[in-house]
């Protein structure tokens, strides 16, 4: 069956420090993958998606994420970590319906400390 | 530009209780649909709606029904709530085209629902 798995339940990083969100996935193919984020009452905003054009793909807010087949990974990076970076992340893949359903995972929370 | 609005943002319901959510598409957007995210874990599709018909349903009992209008608005019921039924329900609107299938989603910032 096709999933997602977010490593981490929690990260802490510093402010100014890199952020590493950890996300598997589990396909027979190729399948469509992204980062959402949510912050406290706010909807989910879609960070960057991966679609097969490119394996290092580039977000909002200074957000990257790797496809990396051999290790079935689709881990979120950002080189400084911001305060107002503080939110929930959710792994989510698409399994490339016409009409998209999206799977998500447990999502990490990241924590910024000053 | 309008986005996805939801309403209302917050309601206690008890238990039996019948519940109506309801979401505006963002402008332009055909395609509804409907997540229920428990506290502490990631969103989970419920059904999604496309020229006023339910095209795709995720694993929920039929408690969970929906409707949406000509103007792309659409509606979440769900009959005789329980307890677990108590959640935040987010709405996310899309453009269907036939070249890209379903375009980006866009999130409303949900309705949580509390359930006595």
Same mark, same amino acid.
């Given at each position: 069956?096709?999933?997602?798995?977010?490593?981490?339940?929690?990260? @802490?990083? @510093?402010?100014? *420090?890199?952020?590493?969100?950890?996300?598997?996935? @589990?396909?027979?193919?190729?399948?469509?993958?992204?980062?959402?984020?949510?912050?406290?009452?706010?909807?989910?905003?879609?960070?960057?998606?991966? *679609?097969?054009?490119?394996?290092?793909?580039?977000?909002?807010?200074?957000?990257?994420?790797?496809?990396?087949? #051999?290790?079935?990974?689709?881990?979120? *990076?950002?080189? #400084?970590?911001?305060?107002?970076?503080?939110?929930?992340?959710?792994?989510?893949?698409?399994?490339? #319906?016409?009409?998209?359903?999206?799977?998500?995972?447990?999502?990490?929370?990241?924590?910024?400390?000053? | 530009?309008?986005?996805?609005?939801?309403?209302?943002?917050?309601?206690?319901?008890?238990?039996?209780?019948?519940?109506?959510?309801?979401?505006?598409?963002?402008?332009?957007?055909?395609?509804?649909?409907?997540?229920?995210?428990?506290?502490?874990?990631?969103?989970?599709?419920?059904?999604?709606?496309?020229?006023?018909?339910? $095209?795709?349903?995720? =694993?929920?009992?039929?408690?969970?029904?929906?409707?949406?209008?000509? =103007?792309?608005?659409?509606?979440?019921?769900? =009959?005789?709530?329980?307890?677990?039924?108590?959640? /935040?329900? /987010?709405?996310?609107?899309?453009?269907?085209?036939?070249?890209?299938?379903?375009?980006?989603?866009?999130?409303?910032?949900?309705? $949580?629902?509390?359930?006595?």
């Amino acid at each position: 069956a096709q999933s997602v798995t977010q490593l981490d339940s929690h990260v @802490s990083v @510093s402010e100014g *420090t890199p952020v590493l969100l950890r996300c598997n996935y @589990s396909s027979s193919y190729s399948p469509s993958l992204f980062w959402y984020v949510q912050h406290p009452n706010k909807g989910l905003q879609l960070l960057l998606k991966y *679609t097969s054009a490119a394996t290092l793909v580039k977000g909002i807010n200074g957000f990257e994420a790797e496809f990396k087949k #051999s290790e079935t990974s689709f881990h979120l *990076t950002k080189p #400084s970590a911001h305060m107002s970076d503080a939110a929930e992340y959710f792994c989510v893949f698409d399994r490339g #319906s016409t009409l998209g359903r999206l799977y998500f995972g447990r999502g990490t929370q990241l924590t910024v400390w000053p | 530009d309008a986005g996805v609005t939801q309403s209302p943002t917050h309601l206690i319901k008890t238990r039996g209780q019948q519940v109506t959510l309801r979401c505006s598409p963002k402008s332009g957007h055909d395609t509804v649909s409907w997540y229920q995210q428990a506290l502490g874990q990631g969103p989970q599709f419920i059904f999604q709606y496309y020229e006023e018909e339910e $095209r795709q349903r995720g =694993n929920f009992p039929d408690r969970f029904s929906g409707h949406q209008f000509p =103007n792309y608005s659409s509606e979440l019921n769900v =009959n005789a709530l329980l307890l677990g039924d108590s959640a /935040l329900y /987010l709405c996310a609107s899309s453009l269907v085209s036939r070249e890209r299938g379903t375009g980006e989603l866009f999130f409303g910032e949900g309705s $949580r629902l509390t359930v006595l």
